[in-house]
């Protein structure tokens, strides 16, 4: 049977996997990278071989090009995998102190979204004392076109989702909301330039709510960390000052993310461990 004949059977299939496999649980595991030489040391396969498998890992971002000269790390795209999939009730457990430090040190709610294939959701929120009204519940798909903690995720992210969104209708909840394709572009810039997104009454009459992107370094925008209130009290609030809170929460919040994916046994190989020692250090 020909090499070519056996890579189209079902064990061929398998057995190229599992070189893949065996080549990213290696570069994993080295967090400064490793040169295609070292790859196959380790994985003991043919130079042939390692350089066809890092050439089409590098080609789809699940590995990259490291600091040093042609040594070669955990990709954006892995790293992103990684952390957008942790737990639910792990990245609760990381922002709730978190949103609890900023609803108290402002008086208003604080929440965090994330990224789910093409929506954002409202994972969690923190009230200050004695408040009873919620203006984001849990669970609620925030659209990308309105919603601060939305806007602040698809600024950042890859053309595929912006230009998906963009070709979409884009439904108007208020008398603010921006719905043509050149506002929310505008919008999407300023945010980028800033670094935070706000939502003055474009989603709900009377509400406002400033949002900030989590970044991980590697890894892209999956989260985003915001505070909500009535407009005409979080309005005359100091943006300066909430939008720098903000900002070192995310970066906080991006940190502990990091941390606990490195340390937690159940992901796989420890392999956002190795990339840690790398990624940290950019942060």
Known sequence: MTEAAKNRSPHGGRAILSRYAAVLDTVAQASRGLTLAEIGERTNLPQATVYRLVHALLHVSFLAQGERRKHYIVGPRLLRMLCAAMPRGTIRQLAQPILDRLASDFGEAAYIAKLEGNEVETLAVALPDGEKLIFVQPGRSM????????????????????????????????????????????????????????????????????????????????????????????????????????????QRLSTAILDDAANAPAWSAASLGGANGHVAAQL
């Open 143 to 250: 659209p990308f076109h309105a919603a601060a903690s939305a806007k602040a995720i698809l600024a950042f992210a890859d053309d595929r989702l912006i230009d998906d969104v963009m070709a979409k209708p884009h439904a108007r909840y208020t008398a603010r909301t921006k719905t043509t394709e050149p506002e929310i572009a505008a919008d999407l810039e300023k945010i980028r330039q800033q670094g935070f997104a706000v939502c003055d009454q474009e989603l709900d009459p009377g509400i406002m709510s400033y949002a900030c992107p989590v970044r991980i370094a590697g890894a892209g925008v999956v989260y985003s960390l915001g505070v909500v209130g009535a407009a005409d009290r979080l309005g005359n609030s100091p943006m300066g000052e909430i939008v720098s809170s903000l900002k070192t929460a995310a």
